[in-house]
């Protein structure tokens, strides 16, 4: 758990962080949006010290973050900076393996865990192992500074806008991969990001900033539901909103009773998908099967439409 | 031009300058038209292996002393507790600059006596500065970013020196190193004005019996060692760039 209470940081007479206070459940994903400027990435380090709050606690676990010596704290909290900040001197399985190396981890399992995590992330060992970051394409070198970032285990992970150069069709297996890290090692997971839409498929809550100061701080059906302001409404994208509520929703929940013709939907696939899949193919109806391939039902368009207006 | 071409004319130097240290009386038909009434066209009053390994000698001791100097200074005035010296340190080393070298050989031979001593203090005091501005961009100019993830990693101080910060500006550094060296050689050879072991030795004897071709041998093996040595380092230089994905020159 993460609990952060009155924080507040300002350079001179600037405030770049205005009284911030919120809570992040443990082993939940909470993901900051906000304009360029707004405070995210000076939030986000002073998780970890490296930068000092002007005032205010923060706590993980119930415990101060100032009663371990900064370095200390920072190699418990994974981080992967803004723009990779890959060494540039170090291959890249040394640039992964640079926090066990640092808690002095032996040879072996650092090597084990520096394979695994370069082959969840599609890049062979041997051959992208020996490679230094230059030799990587910028898609390449954010997917080693994330392993780096999850290398050494960390309960928590802090992460700047960590998919921003990755092609939408990486990003998307990015997102799934981190996900399933959360869900298998129950990691607590902080991360900024421009983009709506990876906030809202990501994230258990939503924390909304603006120009240092935290707007709205909720789950995303309710960000989308009940904007706090028109900025949150503006960000959320007025004319988005319809089809970011279905998204958050699965196809198995929206089932009715019935049977329709053609290829079946799976049951855990996005109510967006399938909203998207019967305009696309002119029909009303969607069979809906489930993981054993069996049929549950059928979606249709009118269901799907009146999920998708504003909750009462 | 062909890529081979420059490492077959490096080859030939090193090839010729061996054998010229080791066996100059090969060459003495060479040199024998620059003498007059006879004279000697080998230097005779030593050996030239001896004085070309003692002259190395001088300023290796001389670069050794200059780069741990100027390297550390570097690093005590880019870390924050040291950050108000480094205007001080910056005219301290650009004074040692200003100073002829004559002029430190003449000031020091009265406190340190005749011999290699004042030249080491001159060869040391001269390269500092080289080193030390290289040293000062390479650890003043590194990637921000870099230097945040070192830090977001939980690199202490140290770790973050000696791991990143040191590392990235080597190359900087080394140009640093390359600069000095040279200028050393050069300056290796007033030093015999004041009796160290250098080949200023041949030079001078040549000056004051009006023998060229003392001069000329004396200042080839100087010149050769200078090419051979700066082009050494520029390729280590070059390595370490490129490794790190830096484009050069
Ligand atoms: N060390 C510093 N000194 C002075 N001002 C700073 C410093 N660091 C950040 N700022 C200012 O604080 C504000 C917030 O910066 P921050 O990096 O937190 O924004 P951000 O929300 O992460 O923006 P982006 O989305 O562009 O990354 C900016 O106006 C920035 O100029
Ligand atoms: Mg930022």
């Not at chain 1, 302001?229 to 699965?250: D, I, M, Q």
Request: proline share 6%; with cysteine; charged share 20%.
């Amino acid at each position: 758990m993460i609990e952060i209470e009155g924080i507040t940081k300002r350079y001179e007479e600037t405030t770049v962080v205005d009284d911030v206070s919120m809570v992040i459940e443990p082993r939940t994903l909470c993901v900051i949006v906000g304009t360029s400027g707004s405070g995210k990435t000076t939030l986000l380090r002073m998780i970890n010290r490296l930068v000092e709050p002007t005032a205010g606690v923060i706590r993980l676990d119930g415990n101060d973050n100032r009663s371990l010596p900064g370095y200390e704290l920072r190699r418990s909290i994974g981080y992967a900076i803004q723009g990779h900040g890959l060494f540039p001197h170090r291959t890249v399985a040394q640039n992964i393996a640079t926090v066990p190396v640092l808690l002095g981890w032996d040879k072996a399992r650092i090597k084990a865990r520096v394979d695994e995590l370069m082959t969840l992330y599609q890049l062979d060992p041997d051959a992208y192992g020996p490679r230094y970051p230059h030799e990587l394409s910028g898609g390449q070198q954010q997917r080693v500074g994330v392993a780096r970032a999850l290398a050494a285990e960390p309960n928590v992970l802090l992460m700047d806008e960590p998919f921003g150069a990755l092609d939408p069709i990486i990003r998307n297996k990015a997102q799934e991969d981190l996900l399933a890290i959360q869900k298998r090692f129950g990691t607590t997971i902080i991360l900024v990001t421009h983009d709506m839409e990876e906030a809202v498929h990501m994230g258990d809550k939503i924390a909304v900033m603006d120009a240092g100061k935290l707007v709205q701080y909720a789950k995303p059906a309710e960000i989308l539901a009940k904007p706090a302001s028109a900025f949150v409404e503006t960000l959320v994208g007025a004319s988005e909103k319809p089809f970011r509520l279905l998204s958050l929703g699965r196809v198995r929940d929206a089932v009715e009773k019935g049977t329709a013709e053609g290829e079946a939907i799976p049951g855990d696939a996005s109510q967006r998908d399938a909203l998207a899949e019967l305009l696309w193919s002119g029909r009303p109806a969607l069979p809906v099967k489930g993981e054993d391939g069996k049929p549950l039902g059928r979606v249709t368009v009118d269901g799907l439409v009146k999920r998708a207006a504003r909750p009462a | 031009m062909k890529a081979w071409l420059p490492s077959l004319l490096r080859l030939l130097l090193v090839v010729l300058l061996v054998a010229f240290v080791t066996n100059p009386g090969w060459f003495e038909p060479l040199l024998k038209p620059l003498t007059e009434n006879g004279a000697p066209a080998i230097y005779n009053q030593g050996s030239l292996l001896t004085l070309t390994l003692l002259h190395l000698r001088t300023v290796l001791i001389a670069t050794v002393a200059a780069t741990l100097v100027a390297v550390a200074l570097a690093i005590l005035v880019t870390r924050p507790a040291g950050a108000e010296f480094l205007p001080l340190s910056r005219s301290l080393v650009n004074i040692g600059q200003t100073f002829p070298p004559v002029a430190v050989l003449a000031l020091a031979v009265p406190a340190v006596g005749f011999g290699e001593k004042p030249t080491l203090i001159a060869l040391f005091l001269y390269g500092l500065l080289p080193i030390f501005e290289n040293a000062l961009t390479g650890l003043t100019t590194l990637p921000a970013n870099v230097i945040e993830a070192a830090r977001g990693a939980g690199m202490t101080g140290w770790q973050r020196l000696t791991k990143v910060e040191l590392p990235l500006s080597a190359p900087i550094i080394l140009g640093g190193i390359r600069l000095s060296v040279v200028i050393s050689l050069a300056t290796a050879t007033i030093g015999s004005t004041v009796a160290a072991k250098t080949l200023g030795e041949v030079i001078i004897a040549g000056l004051l019996s009006n023998n060229l071709a003392f001069v000329l041998q004396g200042g080839l093996i100087v010149a050769a060692l200078a090419v051979l040595i700066y082009d050494g380092l520029s390729a280590i230089e070059r390595y370490t760039a490129r490794r790190m994905g830096r484009e050069t020159e």
